[in-house]
């Protein structure tokens, strides 16, 4: 059955949809409060083996317990012919929202969401779990600036479900898959790369490798080399293109973890002009201008018109000798 605002799952009533993917809806909903509740596709609930693995992963990731992770606030729960998991509610929007409103953004910020995202992937990657679909849609930002990792657990579940191997998603997003996951490989390093696809984004507003289709993607993964950050962003940091490069090496040995990523970029956060928003304003959205803001550029723009009239006198008078 069709989901729409105001119906009710189980105890919650839905509000509005936030978001849709290949296996589930995620709804903003009530219930004594706000959740994000993932809803699964109706088709997946009649494939037993999905939804006992789902189960497991589901109770893994809740055992993740960390500031820059979504958390999850209850095991998976059937209702109405529905199976849904409660989440914490991230008030914000995508990163993937605000670059594609943006473009690149200004490195400082970029590093601190990057290692926000790097402390979750470390916490993780210590207790044996792998993201695998490490991508700026599964990146909440608040307006304080404040990164949160979401949707830990779900591939892995994925990966072993007959009725999944059609969509794209098992092997994780083609612009930020690692060449091992593409192989079908171990892929205990590729969240790290999987980042560096990300900063790389973040930096310079495009992604490393693009193709016509997800042949041509995958392959650029596989066998060219990624241009430096600096080089098409030349305000960046060398040592913040040099971190970048690193994570995307396409031998996972040669990779940084996750927590030298974090450590790095903490670092170049502090060494960041301080200079921009404060914390409590959201970095990614331009206000309207001061009263002050306008009268430099309406002053600007009247010393520009008169400079022009002179010239053109003194043209004029020159000519007419």
Not at 37 to 66: I, N, Q, T, W
């Amino acid at each position: 059955m069709r989901l729409q605002s105001n119906r009710r799952v189980g105890p919650y009533r839905l509000i509005r949809l936030l978001g849709s993917g290949a296996m589930a809806d995620v709804w903003l909903a009530e219930n004594h409060g706000l959740v994000a509740l993932k809803v699964l596709r109706g088709d997946l609930l009649h494939e037993p083996s999905f939804v006992a693995r789902f189960e497991r992963e589901a109770r893994r990731a809740a055992m993740l317990a960390h500031p820059n992770i979504v958390r999850i606030l209850g095991p998976l729960q059937r209702s109405d012919g529905h199976l849904y998991l409660p989440m914490q509610f991230v008030p914000g929007s995508t990163l993937r929202e605000s670059v594609a409103a943006r473009g690149r953004l200004p490195w400082p910020f970029a590093c601190r969401i990057a290692a926000h995202v790097c402390r979750a992937l470390e916490h993780a990657h210590t207790r044996g779990i792998i993201h695998r679909d490490v991508k700026p849609a599964n990146i909440l930002v608040t307006p304080q600036g404040h990164a949160s990792l979401t949707d830990f657990g779900i591939l892995r579940a994925a990966e072993s479900s007959q009725i999944l191997t059609r969509a794209h998603e098992i092997l994780g997003t083609p612009y930020y898959i690692a060449p091992e996951q593409a192989l079908g490989r171990p892929v205990s390093a590729t969240d790290v790369y999987a980042m560096g696809v990300v900063l790389f984004e973040m930096t310079t507003g495009r992604v490393p490798f693009a193709g016509r289709s997800d042949f041509d993607i995958l392959e650029a993964h596989l066998r060219c080399r990624p241009p430096a950050p600096k080089r098409l962003n030349p305000v960046l940091p060398r040592a913040l293109s040099d971190l970048v490069l690193r994570a995307l090496e396409k031998d996972p040995v040669r990779r940084p973890t996750a927590r030298q990523v974090a450590a790095q970029l903490e670092s170049l956060c502090q060494a960041a002009p301080t200079r921009g928003p404060g914390p409590n304003v959201h970095p990614l959205r331009r206000g309207p201008a001061s009263a002050h803001d306008r009268r430099a550029v309406l002053v600007a723009v009247l010393l520009a018109d008169v400079a022009a009239l002179i010239g053109a006198m003194i043209w004029l008078t020159q000519s007419l000798r």
